[in-house]
Every structure is written in C-alpha cells, then in structure tokens.
C-alpha cells in the first residue's frame, strides 16, 4: 500500500498538520484511493512544516509546506516535490546519530523501531557487566547535553558505585530554555530511544526505577512518551526482566507545573519529591544523595538518548565525531529571526557563522543579522564578529559564552539589545526559587539598573557591571549564576546602546 | 474541560487523593489531578492532603504557590498563551501580544469580564523554529498572527 508520512511532532502540528491529515484522509477516499497515512516524528525542517511525504519505490519524496487546502492538487500530482527528503541539503549535511530515527519511523511502532537499529544496543548492554557499561559511556566521551557538558560517564561511575537500597535514573525532560526544542522532538519522534538509554543507565548503575520529568508546557511529548512507555512495558522492554536480562527497570511519566527553575537538577529533584522547586546546596551531589536521598543519575533527555547508538555503533565510533573535548554530534536547535529554522544535528566544531547564514540562511526578514543568543535565556549575545568561533564547549566558554543545551536564537537588527538585558533580568526575577540572595533580589535590582541606564542615567553602568559579578559568584545554581551571560554580553558587544539613551541623545 | 463542581464534594477530593498515595513523591501528580478535575485547587482539598501525606498546611501551600500552573480560583473558560521568550521576541512577539491584548481589551492575566477568556504570559512552548508561538487552550498555534489568533478565537464564539 502508498505509505504517506505527515509529522504529529507539536511544530508541525502548530502549523496545520492535523488538519492536513484529515484532508488526506477525505481526499483519498474521495479519489478511492487506498493509502496508509503514518504520523510520524518531524525531520527537523521546522520552515517546511507541514512536511508530506510520499514513497514512491522505497523513496520518500518531500512536498512542503502543505496546507490543508492543497491536499487534492498534492494527490493529483500538481505540485512539485522537494525530492527525496533525505537530498534536501540543510538533512544532507548532517550527522544524525542522535536523532536517526526521529521523523523516519512511526514513534510508537516498536517493530519499526527495532527495525531501524532500536534496542540493539540495550541487548549490547545486557549482556556486558555494569562496569564495562560505564567504561563504553566513558569512552565515548559523551558530555551533558543539558548545558553543563559533564562527562555522563562519569556520573554514572559514582551512581554505580555508590551504596544505597534503591538508587534512581532521572531523566530532566524540563526544556524550558528559549529557542531550544530537541528534548520536546526526540520525546515526541523518536520516544523508545530515551527509553531505551534509561534502561541502559538502569543497568549500568543498579538503579530499578526511573522517571521522566516533562515540562506541562509539552503536553504531546507527554502523551506520547506515556504510551511508549506502556507499549514498551507490554513488550518486556521494561519490567522485571528487561529483554530477558533478568534485571529489572522500570519508569513513570511525571509532569511539572511552570516553573522554569525545576530544570536545574536538584530543584527538579524537589518538585519530583513534591517539595517547592527549590535549589538545593551543593554537595551531597545528586549522584550520592539525589531523590528521596538516594543515589541518583539525573540526565537530560538528549544525553540519555544518544546512549543507544553509542552501544549499537560502539563508542569509538561515536567519538570519531567532534572537535577537542566536545566528542561526538549535537543537536543544534535554530530559531527565532531565521529563513530555514529547525534542528540541525552535527558534529562539534562548526563555526557558528556557517549555522546561522549558510544551514539557517539568516534572517527571515532579509534584514542583518545583530547578534545571535546562543545557550537559551541564560546563554550569551554573540555578536556577527564572533561568528568564526566553534560549536564546542570550550571554544564558546572561551568567548564569554556558553552552548548550553544548543538553542541558536537568531536576531536581526531591529534587536533592542538594552531591552534583551532587561529581559534576562525581568525572567530571572520571575523564574527565581528565591533561595538564594544574589539571583532573587539581584534580578530585581538588576531590572531597575538597566531601566536607569534606559532613562540615560551612564553612571548606573559600574553598578549594573558590578551587580552580575556579585550574581555570578554568588548565586547557587546557573539560573542566577547565568543570568548575567545574556546581559554582560549584550553590555560589552552592544556597548553604544547602552549610552546612546534618549538623556545622552538629547545632551548632544 | 472540568466539568461543574459547584456540589464539589470530599469524597471526589478524597478519592482523587488516595489514588495517588501509592506513588514515590504523589504531591504533584495529585495537585495536578484536582486541578484537572475541578479546574484549580479547591480549598477543601488542603486538609484531607494535609491528613494523607503527614504535611502541615503551610508546607502544602508553599507547594501550591510555589508553581505557576495551580489555581486556586476558578479560572476563566478559556485561555490564550502568548509566549513572551527570547525566540518568539525576535520575530515580533511583544508587538504581537500587545496587539492581542488592546484589541481584547486585557491585560495579562486579566480574566475577560464575562469569566470565558483569560490571556496569560508562557515563556516558551518549544515552537522556537516556527515562532511566535501561542496556545489557545490544548491547540498549539505556530507563526501566530493577529488574523490566526482572531479566527481561533472567533471558532469558539470568542
């Protein structure tokens, strides 16, 4: 039977996707046409949105954006296709280790998923001793791709040898960071992958059970990470005896309540616990005493899920990609001001002005591209004069920067960067967990700061300078310890801004 | 949609409420259940939570309070989420929801006067790549306009 793929990933369905497909849906029974219509995952192209694609002779060939209203002409082959969606140069340049299978299968057939190279690498894992599982994590030198970029071996290492009547795997599905997307698609394209890398953690550390703590906001990864759980519990996936293993894992789905903070890991252990989202004091690490006390493995969803193709490919293999420390591909998230927005997954190294003008096209307004926040709303300005540095962890860190959980937001110039400043000061006011001094009552005063130095008032500059060194040092946790990356980035690459005030203007 | 509780009565809550005690850390998947329920926290249901999990009335309401998706008012019928983020900022957010709310004659969170409409802030709903974003109840809404969120709202008689 004709195959036709149309995403049920959220964007696409922000866009018109369902529609489209109860169009398709009308217009084949119309025609009398028999054709299986599969929702599967988006394949990134965010601008081409609603993707259609139909096989022709084992080939994909895209057709997009469609809207629902273009439906008959599409099955009357009037209009032109993109070609085979794989050709398409902003998928063809990339390297999707991570993300393979997201967009290609249907999310919640397990037998597809199988098929493409799922669970081979949980059977690998089944089959080796705990402490050969950490030392394949070791070596392949995957980092924590939530933002702090910490080996995830080697936090499993401490999680497996430390002692403890239950011990736990945490997933942090809490992506609340501006611009970024890549937990909320591969949960909702690709959602046996994280589960699978789960039951791998699980194995590696002695951990039973686990959960996946979603943000509310994400109400279809939610859906759909609930039934791939239930399926891939009725499989034997999950349960007492993990694809025949004899060791058991198990997970639940937990949903947080809009609270941007509960991402840091230990206030996310709180909210899990049914506690305020509050920051707790570092040490006890989480990897000792993380929830309920216990030893805890707390990984972001893209971490976890590239854990399977490390084991099925091998880490050697995965460690082939990369540039210095930074080993292996990311998922790179496009967005804001740009022609061709969407998830771009490559290697570590690529300079950042080749995302932004050459993969991205720049900006959609046609206009100049300003500055570039990269890392999410605690993540630098990176002006177009940075634009040669890598996307890696240290090359970004050495450009007064940070690539966090690899959100590109992309401005033109119309950007009012003093505004921006406000802004990152204005959230973190609001997103506070109130803990800590410098981050709840800094924000605040940083929020009046920048509106004195708005009004033309040049001397509150020192201070506002001296506020974010005193957030940075003193805060507990990234989201005041960050905050001041997006305002002293846009203070010391956009410093003219900051001084032509209307108070200044009207001086000269 | 939750359904008309104004006979809310304790063994609903109760109920709710034991269903949940089974689970490592319950509290929020059963606050998120009452709200479900009732459409926000009803007064009522703090003792009995307070008696199942062994908390004091202040540790709970500083749950409560503590996270911006639990009411404990009864919302409007309907809501619209404008992202206010970074990403949705850059392709003409702000003007956008200033638009929305002129024309709507609110102000964020300001329920409409006939209780069926209330606009709230959201900060990000991970449509970064298609922004700005906004959610008219469950319905995602990607590149919204003035003219997308217009005929949404006009669909329900808004």
Known sequence: MKKIYLPRDAAAKALGSDEVAAALADALSARGEEAQIIRNGSRGMIWLEPLVEIEENGTRFAYGPIAADQVEDLLAGKIKTLGPVEEIPFFAKQNRLTFARCGLIDPLNLADYGAHGGLTGLARAAAMSAADIVAEVIASGLRGRGGAGFPTGIKWKTVSEAAGPQKYIVCNADEGDSGTFADRMIMEGDPFCLIEGMAIAGLATGATRGFVYIRSEYPDAIEVMEEAVNIARAEGVLGADVLGSGKAFDLEIRVGAGAYVCGEETSLLNSLEGKRGVVRAKPPLPALEGFMGRPTVVNNVLSLATIPVIFEKGAAHYASFGLGRSKGTMPIQIAGNVARGGLFETAFGMPLGELVNDIAGGTATGCPVKAVQVGGPLGAYMPPSKFDTPFAYEEFDGQGGLIGHAGVVVFDDSADMVQMARFAMEFCAVESCGKCTPCRIGARRGVETIDRIAAGDATAIPLLTDLCETMKDGSLCALGGFTPYPVMSALQNFPDEFRATPANQAAE | ?158
């Open chain 2, 1 to 158: 949609m939750p359904r008309d509780h104004s006979d809310t009565n304790n063994q609903d809550i109760t109920a709710i409420v034991m269903r949940h005690l089974g689970m490592e850390g319950p509290l929020l998947p059963m606050l998120h259940a009452l709200q479900e329920e009732f459409g926000y926290i009803p007064e009522g249901a703090r003792p009995i939570i307070c008696d199942a999990l062994n908390i004091t009335g202040a540790e709970l309401h500083g749950v409560i309070s503590f996270y911006h998706d639990f009411r404990t008012t009864p919302s409007a019928l309907h809501s619209l989420k404008i992202c206010r983020a970074e990403a949705c900022q850059a392709v003409g957010g702000n003007a956008l929801s200033d638009r929305i709310l002129a024309m709507l004659g609110l102000d964020w969170g300001q329920a409409r006067a006939d209780g069926k409409l209330v606009v709230e802030p959201v900060y990000c709903l991970g449509l970064c790549a298609c922004a700005p974003a906004a959610m008219f109840d469950g319905k995602l809404i990607g590149r919204a306009s003035e003219e997308k969120i217009s005929k949404t709202l006009s669909e329900v008689g808004l």
